[in-house]
């Protein structure tokens, strides 16, 4: 291998290193544990530098509130967050990749995605049952038109709301939900690299 070869391999080496060694993974439910550990990742990773960092997503979903956790801190961190989901993201955490910055969404092969209506935990007295109801169907509301806004669901986002879809990785994409079906991480690297 010659000289300027080896470098170029090296490099990329390093980038692929240090990209790996970024990870930070939210499986399982969202809930408020899981939604603090990835948070606490996320800060502690953003601590060290501004590289960015890859959050891996294998998960059915969960608390809105908690996703939004997530969401928010990721929007107010110096270093590019990068999603990749390696199995499921359905419902809040189809929602969480969907709100990602574009170009920076990606999906495994055999991944799958699902968007739904959310669903509403009302309880209590009357009032304050219409109450939850009134503040679900406004947060229904803005997470429809966050997703109109990240994605080219235009035709399809009713259907595919009123029932549970599962949603192929490639399908995904061509929906905008993600930007990319990657099965090599260098795909990710070439993206995150500085130009």
């Known amino acids: ?3 300027k070869k080896q470098s170029k391999h090296s ?3 390093g980038r692929h290193s240090r990209l790996l060694s970024r990870l930070v993974y ?3 439910t969202i809930n408020e544990d899981s939604a603090q550990q990835c948070i606490q990742g996320l800060f502690g990773l953003s601590k060290v530098n ?3 960092i890859l959050l891996v997503i294998n998960s059915m979903g969960g608390s809105i509130a908690d996703m939004f956790a997530v969401h928010d ?3 107010i961190l110096p270093c590019p967050i990068y999603t990749l ?7 809040a955490a189809a929602v969480l990749t969907i709100m990602m910055p574009s170009g920076r969404r990606f999906i495994t092969p055999h991944s799958t995605m699902m968007i739904h209506r959310i669903r509403s935990g009302a309880r ?3 009032d304050d049952m219409q109450n939850h109801i009134q503040r679900d169907f406004a947060i229904q509301k803005r997470i429809a038109r966050d997703v109109l806004k990240n994605t080219n669901l235009k035709k399809q986002m009713k259907r595919l709301m009123e029932k549970e879809h599962i949603i192929k990785a490639k399908d995904a994409v061509k929906y905008g939900m993600v930007d ?3 099965d090599d991480m260098n795909q990710i690297l070439k993206r995150s690299s500085p130009r």
């Open 26 to 28: 939210l499986n399982g």
């Open 50 to 52: 501004s590289e960015p």
């Open 85 to 91: 989901v390696l199995g499921r993201a359905y419902s």
């Open 1 to 3: 291998m010659n000289k």
């Open 124 to 126: 209590g007295s009357l």
């Open 180 to 182: 990319g079906v990657i």
């Open 73 to 75: 801190a990721i929007r």
């Open 11 to 13: 490099k990329t080496d």
